[in-house]
């Protein structure tokens, strides 16, 4: 029992980072969950071995590390099925390859330890679309601010393979994200839910980019544009005869985001979340992540 206090009490600092590091190399919050309990095993069993050759952190970002990238290569990261609605859908614009991705809550971010563009959906997004030891070397190197040779060594590679991977990383990165204005957010999320409760397309519509997306994880469906997005959300509010929806604030991934509910005379039902990303003072983005039943 002693030796379990010291160990839980030496890995309790870095829990919460290490759970985020899991989720920006596996894209998903369940994943990250099962991937921490291996890191905790290997930790535990290692701890004899670790002789203090580097800091705790860094060792447990190996393990850490390595184990994501085993999870990846093992295919234990399996997207859920995709899930079949119950109405006849439009024609997706396109079908999207990254259907495991889940929201982050904000309630289990450390704001010492989280940048906003670190955690947000298009970067995550971003990197499940990478090779995986490109993003793990991105990760480690311009957000956990290791240096080149120690990200070699995590990754047990040399420095000069790292700056490759790093290069080509970087490349397949869109633009960062504008300065954020929190009170236009605020505002423009809260717009968003009334029309969306209320089956307001037309208004929804207004408060979205001219290049806006709508996706739907698990469900590999993406729709481009305003007309498409329109054409999707009067299809699902007309085959929606028998409740309403409820949205209510539920930060993710430093984004305005709802948790959604169909609400009928036997009480509500939570069907997911919706997390909006947004640019300047239009939505370029609605994430529609679907609850499984």
Known sequence: MGEQQTFDELIAPYRRELHVHCYRMLGSVTDADDVMQEILVAAWRGLDSFAGRSSLRTWLYKIATNRCLNAIRDGKRRPPPEPLPPFEPPPPTSRGEVTWLQPYPDALLDD?????????????????????RQAAALILVDVLDFSTPEAADLLDTTPTAVKGALQRARASLHSPSPPRDTETERQLAKRFAEAFMADDIATITTLLTDDAWLTMPPAPHQYYGPSAIAAFLEVSASARTESELLLEPAGANRQPAFACYFVNPSGRVFTGHIVLTISGDRISTVTRFLELS
């Open 112 to 132: 010492r330890l989280v940048q906003r563009e670190n955690i947000e959906l298009a970067f995550i997004t971003a990197l499940q679309r990478m090779p995986p």
